[in-house]
């Protein structure tokens, strides 16, 4: 997708071991988003940023962490990798307050497997 | 590609024919509310969105409609096509001024040729 841009694109791990998402904008947006897509529960929000070292918990923050250290990258850890983060993971932008437009641009996705 | 469409409710609608697509959101309180299109292996696109003060959006070939009082969304395909066959998912602004959207679980439309 234009201007954001997901690392790696598949995975495959080991429990126990830790793993670093990327992800990589190039709009200059303020949101940033970590969201796991698993089949019965749409997508679900793990952390958010709303600006450099500004970042909070979403639903199924457990287990994870995230980092944002410029406004163009947002990285998602996991510190000790479980079967169940097995999952396909989205980052997603949104603009600026005051814009119109809330909605988000996703990230292809980068789909995890931890065996 | 990722197989996100397990589990989930599924609408077939023949090449030509007009596709409608539900949505039931909880939080009488949401303003904002956007259709996306999950292709399979691709992340979600925005197609339409809709604030609370309105019942009805129109795009190209499609429409949203929102009932407040039922709190009930819909999204409607004008002549289906074969490229239209995705997931679709609603998601709503749950907080005014919030950033954050919560997504429903998403509706398998396929198009029979």
């Known amino acids: 997708d234009a201007g954001i841009t997901q690392s790696p694109r598949h995975k495959v791990t080991e429990t126990g071991t830790p793993v670093t998402l990327r992800c990589h904008q190039t709009?200059?947006?303020?949101?940033m988003y970590w969201y796991r897509q698993d089949p019965g529960h749409g997508l679900r929000l793990i952390h958010y940023?709303?600006?450099?070292?500004?970042?909070d918990k979403g639903e199924v923050s457990d287990g994870y962490s995230v980092s944002r250290s410029k406004t163009e990258d947002f990285l998602l850890t996991l510190e000790s990798a479980t079967s169940s983060q097995t999952s396909v993971y989205f980052c997603a932008i949104s603009e600026s307050p005051g814009h119109a437009l809330y909605g988000y641009t996703f990230g292809s996705g980068t789909r995890l497997t931890v065996v | 590609g990722e197989s996100v469409g397990l589990h989930l409710p599924t609408l077939s609608v023949q090449e030509g024919d007009n596709s409608i697509i539900n949505c039931a959101y909880s939080n009488s309180a949401s303003d904002y509310f956007i259709w996306y299109k999950q292709e399979s292996g691709k992340g979600p696109q925005f197609i339409i969105d809709?604030?609370?003060?309105?019942d009805k959006r129109q795009g190209q070939r499609v429409t949203v409609l929102l009932n407040k009082t039922v709190k009930h969304l819909s999204l409607q395909i004008a002549a289906t096509q074969p490229g239209d066959s995705a997931v679709y998912f609603c998601a709503e602004n749950r907080r005014a001024g919030s950033y954050q959207l919560t997504f429903g679980k998403g509706t398998k439309l396929s198009v029979i040729p």
């Open positions: 709009e200059n947006h303020r949101y």
């Open positions: 809709i604030r609370s003060n309105m």
């Open positions: 940023s709303y600006g450099v070292k500004d970042t």
